[in-house]
């Protein structure tokens, strides 16, 4: 093989990525190969879109030219990371060989949303809310008793920021098993969110009574002390929870979190750093970071996290803000506080 001939293929086994943030979704645009060689340059950038707390995500795949198993792993998984955070994503615009593999071949789209166009897609995230809620009314029209139906009604409305309404619809889920796990922490969460943490707090105890182990009964049960400001029972919850489950980065990044809020600054360093060791693109965590090293006068560190920040946020103000900072802690030119208002 020549080189033009080795260029040429090298050219093409690359993988481009741009990411665009829109009202409804973010749309992360590929072009080139979806293969073993490159997912790892795809998968980064929906960890950096699900680091700024957006996850309803379009990939438009009009530029890819080939698709491996790799590949397909790739946008299963990572369906099923913005389902995990109340989200979802659609494909839009694939390519003829996209398209043959996904639609012809594996009837990917037989739970996989795809569309035509980018503003299709968009369009759905914009309808889906009202759609899905729609949805379960009809189903709860026919089958008043089925207590999924009503929990799944409030999760939507949760997720649209309707609390009154979400706590409504989950306590029927409640009223019709009393012991439904999921509709407890569902319930549990609403009512944080309407500072009711005591009754949250309840909820959660009695899912933990039913299942001991369960992850998000013992995680959010933690949120509520330390959102009560019990800060030295929220510390001990979360160091417990991370014995059952290490590899969760959120945990280390709320004990972190904690351990600041209390000015224990090395600890909440360890704990931060052992984030971004499992989610090197966790945006609170360089954050957070970020915040104390300005604090210490620590340039080099400093520095270091407001790099990162820059390169994970979609939020065009938040990089011209930190780029201006980077510029003052380059010339060790420190604010007195930055970021605490945002990340407490």
């Given at each position: ?9 090298s ?15 973010v749309?992360?645009?590929l072009?080139?190969?979806l ?21 309803n ?11 491996d ?10 369906l ?8 979802d994503l659609?494909l ?13 071949i ?22 889906n809310a ?13 089958q ?9 009604l ?5 997720r ?5 309404e ?35 707090i ?5 899912t ?13 049960l ?11 029972e ?5 160091r ?12 280390h990044y ?7 809020k ?26 957070a ?7 210490r006068r620590?340039?080099?560190?400093a ?12 939020d ?11 510029n ?17």
């Amino acid at each position: 093989m020549g080189v033009s001939e080795k260029n040429q293929k090298s050219s093409q086994s690359k993988l481009e990525v741009k990411t665009i943030a829109k009202n409804e979704a973010v749309v992360i645009s590929l072009s080139g190969e979806l293969s073993v060689f490159n997912t790892p340059q795809a998968y980064d950038a929906v960890s950096k879109v699900i680091s700024n707390h957006k996850y309803n995500i379009i990939v438009d795949m009009s530029g890819v030219s080939y698709i491996d198993s790799f590949g397909i792993g790739f946008i299963v998984s990572s369906l099923k990371e913005t389902i995990r955070f109340g989200g979802d994503l659609k494909l839009s615009a694939l390519s003829p060989f996209c398209e043959r593999i996904i639609k012809k071949i594996l009837n990917l789209d037989t739970f996989i949303s795809v569309f035509e166009t980018v503003e299709e897609a968009s369009a759905d995230f914009k309808s889906n809310a009202a759609s899905a809620a729609y949805r379960w009314q009809q189903v709860l029209s026919r089958q008043p008793e089925y207590p999924d139906a009503y929990l799944n009604l409030s999760r939507i409305f949760l997720r649209n920021g309707l609390l009154v309404e979400a706590l409504a619809e989950v306590k029927k889920a409640l009223e019709i098993n009393a012991n439904y796990i999921e509709a407890l922490n569902v319930c549990g969460q609403i009512l944080l969110k309407m500072g009711e943490n005591e009754e949250a707090i309840i909820k959660f105890k009695k899912t933990l009574d039913a299942k001991p182990d369960d992850l998000e009964a013992l995680t959010w049960l933690a949120i509520c002390y330390d959102d009560s400001n019990m800060l030295d029972e929220a510390i001990a919850r979360y160091r417990n929870v991370i014995e059952i489950y290490p590899k969760y980065a959120d945990l280390h990044y709320r004990l972190g979190m904690s351990y600041l809020k209390k000015q224990n600054h090395e600890q909440a360093i360890d704990s931060l750093n052992r984030a971004i060791e499992i989610n090197p693109n966790y945006l609170d965590v360089h954050r957070a970071l970020s915040t104390i090293y300005i604090k210490r006068r620590e340039k080099d560190l400093a520095i270091k996290h407001l790099q990162a920040i820059c390169s994970i946020s979609l939020d065009a103000k938040e990089v011209s803000e930190t780029r201006e900072l980077l510029n003052r802690v380059t010339r060790e030119n420190f604010p007195n506080s930055y970021f605490l208002e945002k990340i407490l």
